[in-house]
């Protein structure tokens, strides 16, 4: 009897939703004889195994980042269903997606990026089970030739590796299904993997793949901006390597040394293949000498020789930014993600000094007294002044210039009595005093809209991954190296050009965080950094407390500014009331997704193990 992969309710379970070129028999089936003896069908089932790609960005729930929202670095204003503003409150359970206005696994399900009603754990392995029903089948498959192959069977193999370091980033720990687990499949012979034998898998994988000399190193034609690469194969190996070195899930054993080689080989195959940071501006009218927002605003271009030799994986393009992370001048539907007062304080001034203590930023828990350096320049009555150029790439602030909806290049006036001030009952206005700017083309407005990309793997990451491994393994001199070309893109003093600053291992580990940070603002890396940076029974203290800037402006012309926490309230004669709110997925259960409840019980049932995560 011929094996079918059944096109049906009940495969939906294994394989993922249906796919148009699979759906063509009349009875809704068809046999993996008939798909694989098709070259045109091979190929479009390696299409399928693609589909509903995550969208990263603003694809989640609200057309918002969810993962950004939940960070340190923004306070969401959580409109048209966002999660985050249940999370803000700390409510998730196990109970899944129970249906639009309920409360359930607020973390796993996200309906723009998963599908209606599908977490993440089905949603990775759906795709996982579609990929190893391709993998057993295109040794024998028909083929436009063998060249084709052996590219799409190295292809599929990276692809499969993305989805379990999605997996495993997410829940720390993952079941290694490489067989095609037809509808027959006996859970009961499960064995969850630890988060390290995944990364080992994942990482071998992607050794294999890269050894195929038909895998391209990267996409030549625009429509195969998300097929897999060589270089999301070594980018892959990178994240992966720090990640299983990290705390959260190096189970008390040094992985450094082994993740240092790893990453310095990826970095290495990457500056050997024509990968290089994106450092000169093409519209230095728009963009003056500060090519890391130029590139941050633009689309990536596709050829054998590319302007943007940088972007390893875009999941995106997107054109309405300036609507749904807008500024009131606009008249945007939402002020969207606003960055936080912590995420502008780590902005270090222009000459390379940090504003803040970096090993004690605050004096006190809720932030409002910050340890300021006094040797740093930075004046509080003054604070945007001579800042990392990064800043001005990533927020609007009081007195910076947009593009009005009449096409004028307005003031944006964030202060108490301006058009633009805060005002927590308006979704237009910010919460914070500040406006996001990342990812924001100068030239967007209401009325003009300007495609930018973006950029989920990238070049910056496999250096700064690299520099972390020698910072632990106490490779200072290296590590310091490895930062430099981050800082010389924006033209700022390495970390070892400042004046004052003493490196040791442990200052060093405190400026390359920051570096990261900054770097990476409103991409979806700082998520994942403070949780793989906390030790399992700890909490995420950085992120529990979050503060704005009040701003109010005098009869001279000047201006005062007052740090307040977040969702506090203003009067002029009353003055500040609330105790703000604390974003309450802080605790040291958020540091990992929940499995559903059903899950839980349907794999303890089948294997006597219990896989849910602590705190759930």
């Given at each position: 009897m011929k094996t079918?992969?059944?096109?049906?309710?009940?495969?939906?379970?294994?394989?993922?939703?249906?796919?148009?070129?699979?759906?063509?028999?009349?009875?809704?089936?068809?046999?993996?004889?008939?798909?694989f003896s098709d070259e045109t069908t091979t190929g479009a089932y390696l299409t399928s195994c693609y589909e509903k790609f995550m969208a990263y960005g603003y694809g989640y729930t609200g057309i918002e980042n969810q993962n950004v929202s939940i960070s340190d670095d923004t306070w969401s204003i959580g409109r048209n269903g966002a999660k985050s503003a249940y999370?803000?409150?700390?409510?998730?359970?196990?109970d899944g997606d129970i249906g639009w206005g309920q409360v359930g696994n607020t973390l796993a399900y996200q309906s723009n990026m998963f599908g209606y009603k599908v977490g993440a754990w089905e949603h990775f392995?759906?795709?996982i089970r579609r990929t190893n029903v391709f993998l057993s089948q295109i040794e024998t498959a028909a083929v436009p030739s063998e060249e084709e192959r052996a590219k799409w069977t190295a292809e599929a193999k990276v692809l499969r590796a993305f989805f379990y370091l999605e997996l495993i980033q997410r829940y720390g720990k993952a079941f290694i299904i490489t067989d095609p687990a037809y509808v027959d499949f006996d859970?009961?012979?499960?064995?969850?993997s630890s988060f390290k034998e995944v990364s080992d898998f994942i990482i071998s994988e992607c050794d294999e793949a890269m050894n195929e000399d038909a895998l391209p190193w990267r996409p030549v034609v625009s429509t195969d901006y998300r097929r897999m690469t060589k270089s999301i194969a070594a980018a892959l190996k990178s994240r992966t390597a720090i990640y299983m070195a990290s705390s959260l899930f190096n189970e008390g054993e040094n992985y450094w040394p082994e993740a240092e080689a790893i990453c310095e080989e990826s970095l290495n195959d990457l500056l050997n293949n024509g990968f290089e940071l994106y450092t000169s501006v093409r519209s230095p009218s728009y963009f003056g000498t500060n090519a890391y927002q130029e590139y941050s605003c633009t689309t990536q271009d596709y050829s054998d020789n590319p302007i943007d030799k940088e972007t390893i994986l875009r999941t995106q393009n997107f054109s309405t930014a300036w609507n749904y992370q807008g500024l009131p001048i606009n008249n945007a539907a939402s002020a969207g993600m606003t960055p936080t007062q912590e995420l502008v304080d780590a902005y270090p001034m222009s000459n390379g000094k940090y504003i803040l203590d970096l090993s004690k930023p605050y004096n006190d828990v809720k932030h409002l007294s910050p340890n300021l350096n006094l040797e740093s320049g930075y004046d509080e009555t003054n604070p945007y002044v001579d800042r990392d150029p990064r800043f001005y790439a990533t927020v609007y602030?009081?007195?910076?210039?947009?593009?009005?909806?009449?096409?004028?290049?307005?003031?944006l006036d964030i202060f108490r009595t301006g058009e633009c001030a805060?005002?927590?009952?308006?979704?237009?206005r910010t919460q914070t005093g500040y406006y996001p700017r990342r990812h924001y083309n100068p030239l967007a407005r209401r009325g003009k809209s300007v495609g930018v990309s973006f950029r989920y793997m990238r070049l910056a990451e496999l250096y700064l991954n690299y520099a972390e491994c020698l910072i632990e393994n106490n490779k200072l001199t290296e590590a310091v190296a490895a930062i430099k070309p981050i800082r010389d893109r924006v033209n700022m003093p390495n970390i070892d050009e400042v004046e004052g600053v003493s490196i040791d291992q442990q200052n060093l580990r405190l400026m390359y965080r920051n570096e990261r940070r900054i770097e990476f603002a409103y991409e979806e890396n700082r998520y994942y950094d403070v949780r793989r940076w906390t030790n399992p029974t700890d909490n995420m203290d950085v992120i529990r407390y979050e503060t704005g800037m009040w701003i109010e402006k005098n009869e001279d012309g000047t201006f005062t500014y007052q740090r307040f926490q977040i969702n506090d309230s203003y009067h002029p004669e009353t003055g500040w009331a609330g105790s703000g709110l604390e974003k309450l997925c802080y605790t040291n259960k958020f540091l990992l997704y929940p499995f559903d409840a059903s899950e839980v019980s349907n794999i303890l049932a089948n294997t006597q193990v219990n896989i849910q995560n602590p705190g759930w």
């Open positions: 079918k992969i059944l096109i049906t309710a009940l495969s939906l379970i294994l394989f993922g939703s249906c796919s148009e070129v699979l759906d063509i028999s009349p009875d809704g089936t068809q046999t993996t004889e008939d798909i999370l803000y409150q700390g409510i998730c359970n196990t392995y759906k795709r859970e009961s012979e499960l064995v969850m602030y009081n007195g910076s210039t947009a593009l009005n909806s009449s096409n004028v290049e307005t003031t805060i005002d927590g009952s308006n979704t237009q």
